[in-house]
């Protein structure tokens, strides 16, 4: 099927490129999620899943894309109040899981294209009332990357600081940047398999701390399939609690292997080279970051379409090329902002390429 299909290589934030090798590694004989097979996979995959989070800790495994875990997170951690960072689509989603499993909030929100200065959650923190704080590390609809060692910080800082669940989304940016679980104390660290993994959609994965888990334990109706708990116990037989995508797991542990050979910090350094190649030629034809210098993402850039192009039409022509770029999203940025993925598998010629056939519609305008 694969090989009568037309590739558009994918240079959008999610779901991302994904090599025929680790698409190949799904074809494999079926085996049930109880066998010796499934066990074995599953503890093969756990320590190079916490040497990718940077963690001693656990990292829970789930049948799901990342807004799953954030639920999950919400649900497990929070018994009074959450303060939910918003400076873009995604981070707003914290807010309407909270608000959808009825937990007591409050929204922290700044302008789109801004971070979230550490400055204000410690004064939003101030009266002791959150037990939980909810951000999002990278603002997939922006490009912006929030300074998560400050925004700590500034949390375990307030007067009941070690008592406050940090919660952080990191759906596009875990294994394209740096995010060092245990050094930064974090509470829970998730993602999903579709953006810089580079893998399939479907599975998501999330560092808890030991704080969480006892955090857990005290919070009534954590719900069914979501209880950390659970997860953790099936979690240390190699297991999952119910039936587990086995075939994305056989993906999971290729890609794993391959981040290990490339070497994870060598993986983040790859990333950001691609990032700063994308600015460089982004910024050198006229077009604007909407992030400012210093929170720009290693994973996607969101560029101002100061140039005026009209993008449905460049992606048409882009398809001419085999590839394909992302507009801006939602009411708010779609037509006056763009963005370009440079994460996963994506390669530096690879962007090169896509830069290549962007000026040659621009020249043609």
Known sequence: MRDNTPHIKLFIPGPTEVLPEVLDAQGGWMFGHRMPECLSLI?????????????EKRVLIAQ???TGLMEAAIRNTVNKKVLNCVNGAFSTRWAEI????????????????EAIPPELVAERLADGSFDAIC???????????????ELVEAVRNAPNGDDIM??????????????????????VLLTSSQKAFAL????????VSDRAMARAKTVPNRGYYFDFLVLEKYLLKNQTPATTAVSLLSALDFQLDRIMEEGVQNRFDRHLAMRDRTLEWGIGRGFKPLAAEGFRSPTVSCFHNTLGLDIPALNTFLRTKGMFLSNGYGSKLK?????????????????EGLFAAVDEFIDAQ
Request: cysteine-free; overall charge negative.
């Open 43 to 55: 503890g093969s995959i756990r320590p190079k899943l916490r040497s990718v989070f940077l963690t």
């Open 64 to 66: 799901n894309t990342g």
């Open 98 to 113: 909270a608000a959808a499993n009825g937990k007591e909030q409050e929204t922290l929100a700044v302008e789109w294209g």
């Open 135 to 149: 951000i999002t590390h990278n603002e997939t609809s922006t490009g912006v990357t929030n300074s998560l060692p």
């Open 166 to 187: 940090i919660l952080v989304d990191a759906v596009s940016s875990l294994s394209g940047a740096r995010i060092p679980f245990d050094e930064w104390d974090l509470d």
């Open 200 to 207: 399939p959609a479907g599975i998501s994965f999330a560092a």
């Open 335 to 351: 037509n006056k902002t763009f963005r370009i993925a440079h994460m996963g598998d994506l390669q530096m010629e690879d962007m």
